[in-house]
């Protein structure tokens, strides 16, 4: 079975410094990763995936994440936050199941407040 | 381009009663999938459709019913509501089939069982 953790329920940080929204994943065979944001009363919006290639992948709105294999990560970051930034950011993970599909995988979210 | 449409947007029964819920993918989507959003068990995988079939299930009761039509919108029921049926229904589409591709999720509808 495939599973994603998102280990804080909460980060704080203060404008302008860099922030890190932490991820790691379980699955068997090569995973997709993606993460998506959530502004408040709103759907998810998508901010950027790792399917193959470059490890580090590129964002909306400033986000980057690396993916790393070895520790089976997918880490959101930012180099400088903004108070907009303040939101639910999920991890999620798709990856075959046993019927050959792909299934996608959330993680719990973590709520990001950017102090000002 | 529109982007994905659900209605309705909120919505209140009593237990024991059934719901229909909609949703109108972004045009060319064919798959379309449904999540139950609560603040205790956070979001989780109701089902997928494509081209008309159901392609994956989630670990939701059989009173979880959906089906997709043949111009991709989408519908799921629920029936004989219990009051922890109450929760945002959230609605994805997605350009591909072989799911690489993001979601792209429509504003919910929030469903409250009294």
């Known amino acids: 079975a495939q599973s994603v953790a998102q280990p804080e329920d909460q980060v704080n940080v203060a404008e302008g410094n860099p922030l890190t929204v932490k991820c790691t994943y379980s699955?068997?065979?090569?995973?997709?990763l993606f993460w998506y944001v959530q502004y408040p009363n709103r759907g998810l919006q998508f901010l950027l995936k790792?399917?193959?290639?470059?490890?580090l992948v590129k964002g909306s709105y400033g986000f980057e994440a690396e993916f790393n294999k070895s520790q089976t990560s997918f880490h959101l970051k930012k180099p400088s936050a903004l108070v907009s930034d303040s939101a639910l950011y999920f991890c999620?993970?798709?990856?075959?199941?046993?019927?050959?599909?792909?299934?996608?995988?959330f993680g719990t979210g973590t709520k990001l407040q950017v102090i000002p | 381009k529109a982007g994905v449409t659900q209605t309705p947007r909120y919505l209140i029964k009593t237990r024991g009663q059934q719901v229909t819920l909609s949703c109108s993918p972004i045009?060319?989507?064919?798959?379309v999938s449904w999540y139950q959003q609560t603040p205790g068990q956070g979001l989780q995988f109701l089902f997928e459709?494509?081209?008309?079939?159901?392609?994956n299930k989630g670990n939701f009761p059989g009173r979880f019913s959906g089906r997709q039509f043949s111009n991709s919108r989408s519908e799921m029921n629920v029936s004989t509501l219990e009051l922890g049926d109450s929760a945002l229904y959230l609605c994805?589409?997605?350009?591909?089939?072989?799911?690489?591709?993001?979601?792209?999720f429509g504003e919910g509808s929030r469903l409250t069982v009294l």
């Open positions: 994805a589409s997605s350009l591909t089939d072989i799911n690489t591709g993001e979601l792209f």
């Open positions: 699955v068997s065979g090569n995973p997709y």
């Open positions: 790792y399917i193959t290639g470059d490890n």
């Open positions: 999620a993970v798709r990856a075959p199941d046993s019927g050959g599909y792909q299934k996608v995988t």
């Open positions: 045009s060319g989507h064919r798959s």
């Open positions: 459709y494509f081209s008309e079939t159901q392609r």
